[in-house]
């Protein structure tokens, strides 16, 4: 102990060490006060913004939120002789839901008001929707378009989860809020609504925030029903990762919808897997963020392909006078919540929302349906183009006639067509969906006629036919060509009877596609 305290004693007697510990103090100080002096700066910013705030008539009850920030009534009401009650047709409402959620509606009335999605659907397609329970998470413009559309279809109970209100500049995109609803809570504007429209479908509204801390329960059973699908509707990166991430670890029915902001051609918009999604910020960062967590596919999303330019519109800077007040982030409505305006052409969600709630319904059904891997692939028919037009030639060649000039009866619209509305963007040999070309099946499709058509003089041209062209990957059409084109064998000597029974079934698909084009 004794050469302990002297070595202490020598230590601090060093003037070195008086000045190093001299500057620790220091620097620790001077840290303690400028955090101290920023979380003073912040909670005065907070009471001005609050003071700002005009105050709440004196006949006003407000039902304070958790800790959670829930609020499963509405957050504001008025109980008081000078406020005019409800309308009466919403209390005609209220009052015939609350009937209808108890069993006391007409089975008859329902089946009726499902009637065309019952011929659609059949009557076991239509009873898997009705018994279904459906959570979605997010209640703005992409979100309410799908609850209406889930609920019209006749999906029985619906969780609702969303911690925002409804604001006059989100009317111009969500699907039931009107004036009456601003400032109320957006899951139970959905509701009130819905209820209007579907009396019988429950709702179970969550004024919350999706959180990975309280998933469990957030995305818990109903009366022990597992959620038959998980809608993603949000817009903030961390919670639709968490999301997500959390629908895939635990095996739930999941599909996202990615940025309809900024975006404004709905024929861009597809139905992919979030391995395929592109031009879109959204996308790439859920799919980035997503890979680091182990997840690389087996995510069903919907997305544009839309790409931006300068003359297209983006995200709005922040003024300069809102950076002069201080750290921007204190704008935020929550935690790493986005503070730029992000332009919205209003009927962009609700064709998301659809499309999200499309795809819910034709599995819940059972409706066949299979989509296309991608579109808007300009360079690469393109290319397949190209490889048609040299693979014909190579076969006028071999077939002992001239092939310069040769010209082909197939344009780009043609195969863009064979690729990706009969072939679904995939070989119809293998079903590998990349390096693909299309090349003839049968060397002569018609032995009357001669190889080349010269008919008009001066002009040659391949009777290469749509209805005699198949799809396949680069390697297996060399295969082909110089197996069974240039051997002059019928294809059934190569292929299975497998992928004979495909090639049958796609022509035979093609020809009926071709009566209508």
Not at 195 to 205: K, L
Not at 471 to 497: F, G, Q, V
Request: overall charge neutral; some cysteine.
């Amino acid at each position: 102990m004794a050469s302990v305290s002297n070595w202490l004693s020598d230590t601090f007697s060093s003037r070195k060490a008086q000045l190093a510990g001299t500057a620790v103090i220091t620097a620790s100080a001077t840290a303690a006060a400028l955090l101290a002096y920023e979380s003073l700066a912040r909670e005065e910013r907070t009471r001005s913004l609050k003071a700002d705030i005009p105050p709440l008539p004196q006949h006003a009850i407000i039902n304070k939120q958790t800790e959670r920030g829930t609020s499963p009534e509405p957050t504001i009401h008025f109980d008081h002789p000078g406020v005019p009650d409800p309308p009466k047709e919403d209390a005609r409402s209220v009052a015939l839901a609350a009937r209808a959620r108890q069993g006391n509606y007409d089975e008859e009335l329902i089946w009726e008001q499902l009637a065309r999605n019952r011929v659609f659907l059949k009557d076991e397609g239509l009873k898997r929707v009705r018994d279904a329970f459906i959570i979605i998470v997010g209640c703005g413009g992409v979100g309410s378009h799908a609850a209406a559309a889930l609920a019209r279809s006749g999906v029985s109970r619906i969780r609702l989860i969303d911690f925002d209100q409804v604001t006059l500049s989100s009317l111009n995109r969500h699907a039931v809020a009107t004036l009456a609803d601003v400032g109320t809570p957006k899951v139970q504007c959905i509701r009130k609504r819905l209820e209007q429209i579907t009396p019988w479908v429950q709702f179970d509204c969550r004024n919350e925030l999706f959180s990975k801390k309280v998933a469990l329960e957030q995305l818990a059973t109903w009366d022990e029903k597992q959620p038959a699908f998980v809608l993603d509707a949000i817009d903030n990166i961390d919670s639709k990762v968490d999301l997500l991430h959390y629908c895939h670890q635990n095996a739930l029915p999941v599909i996202s919808s990615m940025g309809a902001g900024c975006k404004s051609d709905p024929t861009r918009i597809i139905v992919g897997d979030i391995s395929a999604s592109a031009e879109d910020p959204l996308s790439r960062s859920t799919r980035r963020r997503l890979k680091l967590l182990g997840v690389h596919t087996g995510i069903p999303v919907v997305f544009s392909t839309e790409k931006t330019s300068s003359e297209k519109a983006q995200l709005m800077p922040l003024p300069d006078e809102e950076f002069a007040k201080g750290d921007v982030k204190d704008l935020s409505v929550m935690q790493d919540f986005r503070v730029r305006i992000l332009p919205v052409l209003g009927t962009m969600p609700a064709i998301f929302g659809l499309t999200v709630a499309n795809h819910i319904l034709l599995q819940l059904g059972q409706y066949p349906h299979e989509y296309l891997s991608t579109k808007f692939r300009e360079k690469t028919y393109e290319t397949i183009l190209q490889n048609l037009q040299g693979h014909e030639e190579r076969l006028t060649r071999f077939k002992g006639e001239e092939a310069r000039g040769l010209k082909i009866p197939v344009t780009l619209d043609d195969v863009a067509f064979l690729v990706e509305e009969v072939y679904r963007g995939k070989s119809v040999v293998s079903g590998i969906p990349t390096r693909l070309v299309l090349v003839r099946w049968r060397l002569d499709d018609d032995q009357a006629l001669d190889f080349v058509d010269t008919t008009y003089e001066g002009q040659k041209a391949s009777r290469l036919r749509l209805e005699n062209i198949v799809c396949m990957t680069k390697e297996e059409a060399a295969k082909h060509e110089s197996e069974i084109l240039k051997n002059a064998t019928p294809p059934e000597s190569l292929y299975s009877s497998e992928i004979l029974y495909r090639v049958k079934s796609r022509l035979h698909e093609l020809q009926s596609l071709l009566q209508h084009r």
